[in-house]
C-alpha cells in the first residue's frame, strides 16, 4: 500500500524524480497493464514506443515507454517514461511510420517535464 501512495505522489509531480525512482516508476507502470508497442524501423534513436494506461484513484493515465537506442544499435536501448495525453497514442500511430524521430518529438517529447524521468533531445 505504502508504495501505491509513493508512486502516487511521484505521478502528481509533487515530488523530484531520481534516475532510481524511474525505473521503479517504469517497473510500475509495466506491471499495471500489458501496453501497446510500435516498433521502429526508419529512426537513428528509438527503437519502440510502448503505450499503457490504467486506472489511479478512478482517474485514467497515459504513459509511453520509449527505448533510445545506444551506439544507434537496435540489440540494446535505454528506456525513458513520458505521462502523456489521451490522444497521445492516435497521433504518434499515425506519423510514427513516415518519421518515428519526428513523431516522438512532436507528440511525446513535450511531456518530457511531467514526470522528469524523460529523455531531452
Known sequence: MKS????????????EVYTQSCDLLID???????????????SQLISEVTFYDF???????YFAIV???????????DE???QVASNT????SLDHYKNADEAFQ????????????????
Not at 501505491?4 to 515530488?15: A, E, F, K, Q, Y
Not at 527505448?67 to 536501448?77: G, L, V
Not at 497514442?89 to 504518434?92: A, C, V
Open 4 to 15: 501505491i501512495i509513493i508512486i502516487s505522489v511521484m505521478l502528481l509531480g509533487s515530488c
Open 28 to 42: 510500475f507502470v509495466k506491471s499495471k497493464t500489458q501496453g501497446g508497442t510500435y516498433t521502429t524501423y526508419n
Open 55 to 61: 486506472l489511479i484513484d478512478s482517474k485514467k493515465h
Open 106 to 121: 512532436e507528440h511525446i517529447q513535450p511531456f518530457n517535464e511531467e514526470l522528469g524521468c524523460g529523455q531531452a533531445l
Open 67 to 77: 527505448c533510445f537506442k545506444r551506439n544507434n544499435t537496435s540489440n540494446t536501448c
Open 80 to 82: 525513458y517514461i513520458y
Open 89 to 92: 497514442i492516435l497521433k504518434y
